[in-house]
């Protein structure tokens, strides 16, 4: 079946980086686009940025630009995202989630990750 | 950015209720709007994309209308597993955002 498996929990210092994995497996990882959303406790979802299944093309959030990478493994079927110089305002859940339109068109997300907690504290 | 305002934010509602809920731009966004159900501790489900196309596999008294500015999602006989908090997302302008959410609970 379609499914996303990500990585563990994280614990992280103020201004230190997380690399977070998606796992992807029961479809053609190159004929969808992947997001990456996160969640701080109790506030909406936030959207990061996505990356083109067919030819790796990232955007980003404009606030998150900088600090904010997408990057993939074709042969493992495998995309990442690495935040840095995180602040307890990262702390949150961070889903990777499939997108369902076509490549080059993004519609909604109708496949999730479980989520990986990053938890920033010093 | 675009804003994307729900309303209600809170829904009190009985099994068997009809319920509509809705989500305003603060531009026009076209038909780029999703919606989601998230319950406790769990990913987001994707309910509608592209204002009313209903995602495969989701009950069809789930529904979803608009374009532009203003949106709806109904849910024409609640069920006691709706029982959650619903986002609208919009998917025209970057970023990307979503709705406040609006918590649907049971009366």
């Known amino acids: 079946q379609v499914q996303l498996v990500q990585s563990g929990a994280e614990v992280k210092k103020p201004g230190a980086s997380v690399k977070v994995s998606c796992k992807a497996s029961?479809?053609?990882?190159?004929?969808?686009?992947m997001h990456w959303v996160r969640q701080a406790p109790g506030q909406r979802l936030e959207w990061m940025g996505w990356?083109?299944?067919?030819?790796?093309?990232?955007k980003y959030s404009q606030e998150l630009q900088g600090r904010v990478s997408i990057s993939r493994d074709t042969s493992a079927s495998t995309v990442y995202m690495e935040l840095s110089s995180l602040r307890s305002e990262d702390t949150a859940v961070y889903y990777c989630?499939?997108?369902?339109?076509?490549?080059?068109?993004?519609?909604?997300?109708?496949?999730w990750g479980q989520g990986t907690t990053v938890a920033v504290s010093s | 950015d675009i804003q994307l305002t729900q309303s209600p934010s809170f829904l009190s509602a009985s099994v068997g209720d009809r319920v509509t809920i809705t989500c305003r731009a603060s531009?026009?966004?076209?038909?780029?709007l999703a919606w989601y159900q998230q319950k406790p501790g769990k990913a987001p489900k994707l309910l509608i994309y592209?204002?009313?196309t209903l995602q495969s596999g989701v009950p069809s008294r789930f529904s979803g209308s608009g374009s532009g500015t203003e949106f709806t999602l109904t849910i024409s006989s609640l069920q006691p597993e709706d029982f959650a908090t619903y986002y609208c997302q919009q998917l025209n302008n970057y970023p990307y955002t979503f709705g406040q959410g609006t918590k649907l609970e049971i009366k």
């Open positions: 531009q026009g966004i076209s038909s780029y």
């Open positions: 990356i083109h299944g067919g030819n790796g093309n990232t």
């Open positions: 592209t204002a009313s």
């Open positions: 989630a499939r997108d369902t339109g076509p490549l080059g068109y993004n519609y909604g997300m109708d496949v």
């Open positions: 029961g479809y053609t990882f190159t004929s969808y686009t």
